[in-house]
T-cell receptor, first 113, second 113 residues
Framework: DQQVKQNSPSLSVQEGRISILNCDYT??????FLWYKKYPAEGPTFLIS?????DKNEDGRFTVFLNKSAKHLSLHIVPSQPGDSAVYFC????????????FGKGTRLHILP | EPEVTQTPSHQVTQMGQEVILRCVPI?????FYWYRQILGQKVEFLVS????????KSEIFDDQFSVERPDGSNFTLKIRSTKLEDSAMYFC???????????FGNGTRLTVT
């Protein structure tokens, strides 16, 4: 039962361009969403989050967009840098009920020189 | 910056043996978690722990699994009788507040032979 789906296992983007990572969810109870970044041999690192009361949250080069009606969120990275090459996990949770979050399978982002 | 530390980084064990994976969460964090990632699959929630008891567990976390906070700093995951399918990367995480972003350790790679 994949409640959080990242349908692109990998993505390649030219350095300096915009990287767009997509995520879909099925559970309409989810009301907060997070993106984690993972380098090889390291644990996931929190990147940015968004609550369902907002449709956009920005932090430096990273912006997360939430479309509740489509149950879709995306992470935009602009401009993309070589250090952004990593696996990006979308995650979702229910703020008022659970203290766990559900992860997607991840998208491997390659930034090309 | 404070980190979640996990030991060992790699554990090899024979099927049927007991293993204990160790974690030292960030010192002022109150919520503790174990997640696992089977090779090529998504990061899966196992269990959350707060106030010296399990607050939530997934269906993966059956009777062969247990968690403990034996002192003020360590948080352990015990697998009583390991199976081949327990081979995975096990991540410990902690958070300061309920539903605040998780801080992950670098993981313990468990290989069951």
């Amino acid at each position: 039962d994949q409640q959080v789906k990242q349908n692109s296992p990998s993505l390649s983007v030219q350095e300096g361009r915009i990287s767009i990572l997509n995520c879909d969810y099925t559970n309409s109870m989810f009301d907060y969403f997070l993106w984690y970044k993972k380098y090889p041999a390291e644990g996931p690192t929190f990147l940015i989050s968004i609550s369902s009361i907002k449709d956009k949250n920005e932090d430096g080069r990273f912006t997360v967009f939430l479309n509740k009606s489509a149950k879709h969120l995306s992470l935009h990275i602009v401009p993309s840098q070589p250090g952004d090459s990593a696996v990006y996990f979308c995650a979702a949770g229910v703020d008022s009920r659970d203290d766990k979050i559900i992860f997607g399978k991840g998208t491997r982002l390659h930034i090309l020189p | 910056e404070p980190e979640v530390t996990q030991t060992p980084s790699h554990q090899v064990t024979q099927m049927g043996q007991e293993v204990i994976l160790r974690c030292v969460p960030i010192s002022n964090h109150l919520y503790f978690y174990w997640y696992r990632q089977i090779l090529g699959q998504k990061v899966e929630f196992l269990v959350s722990f707060y106030n010296n008891e399990i607050s939530e567990k997934s269906e993966i976390f059956d009777d062969q699994f247990s968690v403990e906070r034996p002192d003020g700093s360590n948080f352990t995951l015990k697998i009583r009788s390991t199976k081949l399918e327990d081979s995975a990367m096990y991540f410990c995480a902690s958070s300061k507040e309920y539903n605040s972003p998780l801080h992950f350790g670098n993981g313990t790679r468990l290989t069951v032979t």
